[in-house]
């Protein structure tokens, strides 16, 4: 196994009465090379069955900066701008862009989910 091994993901979901979109990014060193990375998006919507896209991409293709929230692979990027999180994820039949508001303190992990009401900081 490589020392220091990684893989990170970002889960992204949106819910609304008659659709549900889950947008997935990860980055990974686990196989040869590093910065491998893939996009998944799993979309529900009425009378339908679900509908599972993703696409993996070599290292080559993947941008980011650690000084900002920016991460671009091909035509799928997420990204911190005018006070809140982009989210863009296209592949084969399915262009999804998505805007969440950011808080002031940050996002924390509360169950999988990031909530908008004000809650009491932990």
Not at 29 to 53: D, M, Q, R, Y
Request: hydrophobic letters at 35%.
């Amino acid at each position: 196994m490589k020392q220091n091994e990684y893989f990170q993901a970002w889960k992204y979901t949106f819910e609304q009465k008659n659709l549900s979109l889950e947008i997935v990014f990860l980055v990974s060193n686990l196989g040869p090379g590093s910065f491998h990375n893939a996009v998944g998006i799993v979309a529900k919507l009425p009378n339908t069955k679900e509908i599972l896209l993703s696409k993996r991409y070599a290292y080559k293709s993947l941008i980011a900066d650690k000084k900002s929230f920016y991460w671009k692979s091909q035509k799928n990027s997420m990204k911190y701008r005018y006070g809140r999180f982009e989210i863009e994820a296209k592949l084969v039949g399915m262009h999804c862009k998505l805007y969440f508001p950011a808080k002031p303190q940050g996002y924390s992990l509360t169950g999988g989910r990031s909530y908008q009401k004000k809650r009491k900081n932990l």
